[in-house]
């Protein structure tokens, strides 16, 4: 106590002892003194000494029901996969002559061990497809029901994943759909499949689903609200038992958020993908995340089971089957264009390969019924107008072009000569189609004139008489219209979209468009307004790519191709659009070419590749090699073509309207019409397997 005051003992000090410093305090020693030895015990820092780590340990994650009940669902998935390995060892074993030049010596090992040790007589004896199942409502055909009794021998029986390429029209959606509903209801393979689809066919596979299997519990899983992502992933994704097919489209399998989830959260039973070609390059995102989804068997469904090289369909093979198809050097060597390199022995066994897990059919070996198709082409001159920019652009680039003579001998020539190849092409090719499409081409005109003045129908005749290919079009379209056909358009370019829509206006046709940016719904309608019985609707036009899928135009009974594609697959799903199951009219196609221009070398060079096609494939070929493909020489003289009459003002001729009239007769047979004899045009017939093209003239 302190004058009465209580005082900690350790603020109990005097005067002249003076307070006790923080070292005596903190570590109870006695004061510093020069005269004594004082010894001091460093202790060292608790991070340097060596103890034992300390491991924090996470509680143990309490799994709910609904989890162990997906995990149940992936375990059961995964192991009637495994046990379908020695079945599908046996299958390849039976198919060793034709497999073998075609993987490594050790692939062939591993097949043969597998198949060696798995005993096929404790197998069940499946029951085999005789007839369309009950569960499948509607009618199918009877090549329909072989289809699934290919699939359900392939794919359920063997475990064998296959690819489904019937020609475009001919039901692989159906025969799809009665494979899932058959081996769910009749095989009581339980477990959730996954069809993954273009996003112009989305709405179609949902109504197909709903049409053939209503017993089927089909979830859309297609959005781009986070709300909605979240709820799928939640409520749908999480329970696998609480649907039977989830139909989604190729953007969603490449999104971050719910492609993880589709890929990675459940394993599925079938994995279904439309139009299987678009994973013909194993570098591509898509074919990334495709590989990363986790399932028992895969089905490809594609019109275009065979690329343009057999690298493409390595890459197929190789995604179905990555540990039979290990490399693709047997594949690189038997064709390559640019090379040269064609391997007629290598072409024959390729053929044989992918029969044993590709079943094709083309329409006229199933459909006897099925009206021909008769392609013509008409060569179109260039006018006057397109001359003068097809001399402009090959005179703007000559010093490029000389240089790049020189360049492309170098091994060591950059990708700086290709690009600027590449842009003159395109640039030759709008070229080809109409003036017009360059800026600073077209008179000043508002767009607003009725055509009835003199002044502005001379403007509004410019859109025709600017084009060879606009000329010989309004002929044409006339003598058509005239006689009561209805036409479908198509084009790669939506600004010749635009111009070809002037004309229509011009003319007064009516006509319905269809391009990227149109809505689903509007295609839809526009569809409908046009496959209605007594539409007064005459032209569809089209862009190539955007209506080549999920379009059925087969009221038309005629096809206009204004310009092609490198890749002549979008023409064929063009001319399919009309010629298909449910036409009743001979489908006449007209594909329209510029003489002597690059145009010209196009063509020629896609119907080259068809030799691919017929060899492995029998009859059909997906696509053209790209531009990218093309070696800087090939694009020199491709560029070269037909310069020197450009240059000397040679103009082609067009044909006359008594020839184009002899064209659109459909009343006299192919044989019968003897202008034919001097038409300025090449006509095509029967694109049939192992057969040359037939020349009608």
């Not at 009581?188 to 689809?197: C, D, I, T």
């Given at each position: 106590m302190v004058d009465g005051h209580p005082v900690l003992r350790s603020n109990n000090y005097d005067l002249e002892s003076g307070e006790r410093s923080v070292f005596e305090m903190e570590l109870n020693r006695e004061p510093w003194s020069s005269d004594a030895e004082v010894k001091v015990r460093v202790e060292r820092p608790m991070s340097l000494k060596r103890e034992?780590?300390?491991?924090?340990?996470?509680?143990?994650?309490?799994?709910?029901?609904?989890?162990?009940?997906?995990?149940?669902?992936n375990t059961s998935i995964r192991s009637a996969a495994s046990a379908m390995e020695g079945r599908r060892a046996q299958f390849f074993n039976r198919h060793m002559a034709v497999l073998a030049p075609f993987i490594t010596p050790r692939a062939v090992n591993a097949i043969r061990e597998k198949a060696a040790a798995h005993d096929a007589s404790k197998d069940a004896v499946p029951e085999a497809v005789e007839a369309q199942p009950e569960c499948v409502v509607g009618t199918m055909r009877e090549y329909q029901v072989e289809g699934l009794r290919w699939l359900v021998s392939r794919v359920g029986d063997s475990g064998v994943n296959s690819i489904l390429?019937?020609?475009?029209?001919?039901?692989?959606?159906?025969?799809?759909?009665?494979?899932?509903?058959?081996?769910?209801?009749?095989?009581?393979?339980?477990?959730?499949?996954?069809?993954?689809?273009?996003?112009?066919?989305?709405?179609?596979?949902?109504?197909?689903?709903?049409?053939?299997?209503?017993?089927?519990?089909?979830?859309?899983?297609?959005?781009?609200?986070p709300e909605d992502k979240l709820r799928i992933r939640r409520e749908v994704l999480a329970n696998p038992s609480s649907f039977d097919?989830?139909?989604?489209?190729?953007?969603?399998?490449?999104?971050?958020?719910?492609?993880?989830?589709?890929?990675?959260?459940?394993?599925?039973?079938?994995?279904?993908?439309?139009?299987?070609?678009?994973?013909?390059?194993?570098?591509?995102?898509?074919?990334?995340r495709m590989r990363h989804v986790s399932c028992q068997n895969i089905v490809l469904l594609t019109g275009t089971p065979?690329?343009?090289?057999?690298?493409?369909?390595?890459?197929?093979?190789?995604?179905?089957?990555?540990?039979?198809?290990?490399?693709?050097?047997?594949?690189?060597?038997?064709?390559?264009?640019?090379?040269?390199?064609?391997?007629?022995?290598?072409?024959?066994?390729?053929?044989?390969?992918?029969?044993?897990?590709?079943?094709?059919?083309?329409?006229?070996?199933?459909?006897?019924?099925?009206?021909?198709?008769?392609?013509?082409?008409?060569?179109?001159?260039?006018?006057?107008?397109?001359?003068?920019?097809?001399?402009?652009?090959?005179?703007?680039d000559s010093a490029m072009l000389k240089s790049l003579e020189t360049e492309v001998t170098k091994e060591d020539?950059?990708?700086?000569?290709?690009?600027?190849?590449?842009?003159l092409f395109m640039q030759l090719r709008k070229c080809c189609n109409h003036p017009y499409l360059f800026p600073g081409a077209e008179p000043d005109f508002d767009g607003s004139q009725t055509g009835e003045h003199p002044s502005s129908r001379n403007k509004w005749e410019d859109i025709v008489e600017a084009s060879g290919k606009m000329a010989v079009l309004d002929r044409m379209l006339a003598m058509l219209h005239a006689r009561g056909h209805r036409v479908t358009l198509?084009?790669?370019?939506?600004?010749?979209?635009?111009?070809?829509?002037?004309?229509?206006?011009?003319?007064?046709?009516?006509?319905?468009?269809?391009?990227?940016?149109?809505?689903?719904?509007?295609?839809?309608?526009?569809i409908n307004r046009f496959n209605i019985p007594?539409?007064?609707?005459?032209?569809?036009?089209?862009?190539?790519k955007a209506g080549g899928l999920g379009?059925?135009?087969?009221?038309?009974?005629?096809?206009?191709?204004?310009?092609?594609?490198?890749?002549?697959?979008?023409?064929?799903?063009?001319?399919?659009?009309?010629?298909?199951?449910?036409?009743t009219r001979t489908c006449h196609v007209y594909r329209f070419c510029t003489s002597g221009t690059i145009e010209q070398r196009v063509q020629q060079r896609a119907e080259k590749k068809l030799f691919l096609d017929q060899m492995v494939n029998s009859g059909h070929t997906e696509s053209v090699e790209e531009l990218e493909k093309l070696s800087k020489g090939e694009m020199l003289s491709m560029l070269k073509f037909g310069a020197d009459r450009i240059f000397a003002s040679e103009e082609g001729q067009a044909p006359t309207d008594k020839e184009l009239a002899a064209i659109i007769d459909r009343s006299v047979s192919l044989g019968q019409s003897g202008v034919r004899a001097c038409l300025h045009c090449t006509c095509q017939l029967g694109l049939r397997r192992n057969r040359n093209l037939a020349c009608m003239l």
């Open positions: 034992m780590p300390f491991v924090v340990r996470k509680p143990h994650k309490q799994i709910n029901a609904a989890e162990q009940v997906r995990h149940e669902h390429a019937d020609e475009m029209g001919l039901g692989k959606t159906l025969q799809t759909i009665a494979f899932l509903a058959y081996m769910q209801t009749v095989r009581r393979v339980a477990g959730p499949s996954l069809v993954v689809v273009p996003m112009s066919v989305l709405s179609s596979w949902t109504k197909e689903f709903a049409r053939w299997a209503p017993h089927l519990r089909v979830v859309r899983v297609h959005t781009s609200s097919v989830a139909v989604t489209t190729y953007d969603m399998m490449s999104s971050k958020d719910l492609g993880n989830s589709l890929s990675r959260t459940i394993a599925w039973r079938y994995l279904v993908l439309d139009e299987g070609h678009k994973i013909k390059n194993e570098l591509t995102q898509v074919a990334q065979l690329q343009n090289n057999l690298h493409e369909l390595y890459a197929l093979l190789n995604f179905m089957h990555p540990d039979i198809f290990t490399t693709s050097d047997p594949f690189d060597q038997a064709f390559d264009l640019t090379k040269n390199r064609v391997d007629n022995d290598a072409l024959e066994a390729a053929h044989r390969l992918i029969q044993p897990i590709c079943l094709r059919r083309l329409k006229e070996d199933v459909e006897k019924s099925l009206p021909a198709r008769v392609e013509t082409r008409i060569h179109c001159p260039l006018s006057s107008m397109q001359t003068f920019w097809y001399r402009r652009l090959l005179l703007k020539a950059g990708n700086d000569a290709w690009k600027k190849l590449q842009a198509f084009s790669q370019f939506n600004i010749m979209l635009d111009i070809i829509e002037d004309y229509m206006i011009m003319r007064g046709y009516k006509y319905v468009r269809l391009d990227g940016s149109t809505s689903r719904v509007q295609r839809m309608i526009d007594g539409s007064n609707l005459f032209i569809y036009i089209l862009n190539t379009v059925n135009l087969q009221s038309a009974d005629t096809c206009i191709l204004f310009d092609s594609d490198w890749n002549p697959q979008w023409d064929l799903q063009a001319m399919a659009r009309v010629h298909r199951i449910g036409q």
